[in-house]
């Protein structure tokens, strides 16, 4: 549904549709009326072909309509709104198609009752912007639930990469130089990897990579990243280029999105250069050992980073795309919170949910986020340290999280580092397991007694826990408190209509 010439056909299908059910005739009726087979008919009517002018006069004459009014864009009161929705930016936009709907087989689903769906559409559409989401995250959102529908795994761009790992004779699993992978964009595609631009730029220190077409192509690299930094930024072009891909964004970091394949390429290159630097086979047999261990091994844990060559971000997301694959643990959140020094709020800035329970999102704005979290546990170390601290050397901790509300207790290990591109910020990154039976079975050590056991919520104006149970709360419980109220208010009143006489 991304151009005009697919709109105009759609407007037109419901204008005619409409228009014959008014008169009361028949697709049948209509054809014998034309002259034009019913299966013709029933494709224009449901977006899929558009007629040539010779043709419109025939439906024209034969629904009492001038020319000009069948193939104008005016329409009816009640289709007005979802001639809007079909306009609006986010349907312009919006995959369809991954998720297996053509957009005529949309419009089938509008069809039959087009005023009530526009505007429920509509109705969406003014809520987005009432709180100003941005079509850039209605597409986001469609990005993350196709991830899910495949559970975050894709055995071709998994293949695709050990594919290429093995082609170039690296050894099956471990790091990457950066300088192996920056020969190799140099060597096989004419790139110029340069790592000074955005190191000194005043304005533009802060993104990972810029990317610049031409005959010979340039990679912009900031030289302060860490070196699996880089060599992620590094495997990541590799990726678009291995892979085909066309649109994409110039820089590293979202400044904006023109298109949802700018999303999706971005999303299939940054999987690839996962798959290629931490290797599936390798990771898993690291994974099934330790979860075999009876204990929780921090010092193993740490070891992943070394071994693999990776951030804890690189690392953590990768257990999404793994573990629910590999392991059947499918019960899977991934968050990353940052925090800047001057006393900003933390804030979510990435999180991909697997689970059917929610978990800390972005909930609406003012709301204080749960304290008792591990990762505002680690954030607080770092500011506390002055804004110091390695980032070659991670934080780690983790926590059995029951959630009060939904009653459902995560297994969550969080790390947090300084931010290299940024004086004084801090990120954790948190990966989180729904503990039952199937994670009891696969990890021996999630009874491991030294793991602490808290309860958490989502934010502190949802938490019910009175002020002697939570010394952490940020703010008061006032949304809890309203429905609380409305709560009160609905037993009262059932009480007070059971106590009167019906008659």
């Known amino acids: 549904m991304s151009t005009t010439a697919e709109n105009l056909r759609f407007i037109l299908g419901l204008k005619l549709r409409g228009r014959r059910q008014e008169m009361g005739l028949t697709l049948r009726q209509l054809a014998g009326r034309t002259g034009l087979s019913i299966s013709y008919l029933s494709e224009i009517e449901t977006g899929r072909k558009y007629p040539k002018p010779d043709k419109l006069l025939l439906l024209a004459d034969a629904l009492e309509l ?272 940052t925090r800047t020094a001057g006393g900003d709020p933390v804030r979510l800035t990435k999180v991909f949910n697997m689970s059917r329970v929610p978990v800390p999102r972005g909930i609406s704005l003012g709301e204080h986020y749960c304290r008792r979290w591990p990762a505002f546990g680690l954030l607080g170390r770092l500011m506390a340290a002055g804004g110091g601290g390695d980032p070659e050397k991670p934080l780690l901790s983790v926590q059995r999280s029951l959630f009060l509300d939904q009653q459902a207790e995560f297994f969550v290990m969080s790390m947090a580092r300084p931010l290299v591109l940024s004086t004084g910020s801090h990120s954790c990154v948190s990966v989180g397991f729904l503990l039952d039976d199937d994670f009891r079975r696969r990890v021996r050590f999630w009874d491991d007694p030294e793991i602490p056991r808290v309860e958490v919520n989502l934010t502190c104006e949802r938490c019910h826990l009175a002020a002697a149970e939570c010394t952490d709360r940020a703010a008061e419980p006032v949304l809890c408190r309203r429905r609380d109220e409305r709560r009160g208010k609905r037993r009262a009143l059932a009480e007070l209509l059971g106590s009167l006489d019906p008659g």
Request: net charge neutral; hydrophobic share 45%.
């Open 66 to 337: 001038s020319f000009d009014d069948l193939v104008s864009l005016r329409v009816n009161e009640d289709l007005v709104p979802l001639k809007e929705a079909l306009s609006s930016s986010l349907l312009q936009e919006f995959p369809f198609e991954l998720f297996g709907i053509e957009p005529e087989g949309l419009f089938a689903l509008l069809a039959d009752d087009p005023g009530k769906v526009g505007a429920l559409i509509r109705a969406f559409l003014e809520i987005g912007r009432a709180y100003d989401v941005q079509v850039e995250q209605f597409l986001l959102a469609a990005l993350r639930s196709y991830q899910q529908l495949h559970a975050n795994y894709f055995a071709d761009l998994e293949d695709e990469a050990a594919a290429f790992r093995r082609s170039r004779s690296w050894r099956q699993s471990g790091p990457l130089a950066p300088s192996v992978l920056a020969r190799t964009l140099t060597e096989e595609w004419g790139y110029e990897v340069e790592l000074k631009t955005l190191t000194d730029h005043p304005r533009l220190g802060g993104l990972r990579s810029v990317f610049v077409d031409g005959a010979r192509p340039r990679l912009l690299v900031n030289g302060r990243l860490l070196p699996r930094q880089k060599a992620f930024v590094l495997a990541r072009e590799i990726g678009y280029r291995q892979l085909g891909l066309g649109a994409r964004a110039v820089t590293s970091s979202w400044l904006e999105a023109d298109s949802f394949e700018q999303l999706l390429n971005n999303f299939k290159a940054s999987y690839f250069a996962g798959a290629l630097l931490i290797e599936a086979d390798g990771l898993s047999r690291d994974l099934e050992r330790l979860f075999a261990a009876p204990r929780w091994q921090e010092r193993a844990w740490r070891g992943l980073l070394r071994r693999h060559g990776a951030t804890p971000e690189m690392l953590f997301y990768r257990l999404t795309e793994l573990v629910p694959q590999r392991f059947g643990l499918r019960e899977i959140f991934f968050l990353r919170l």
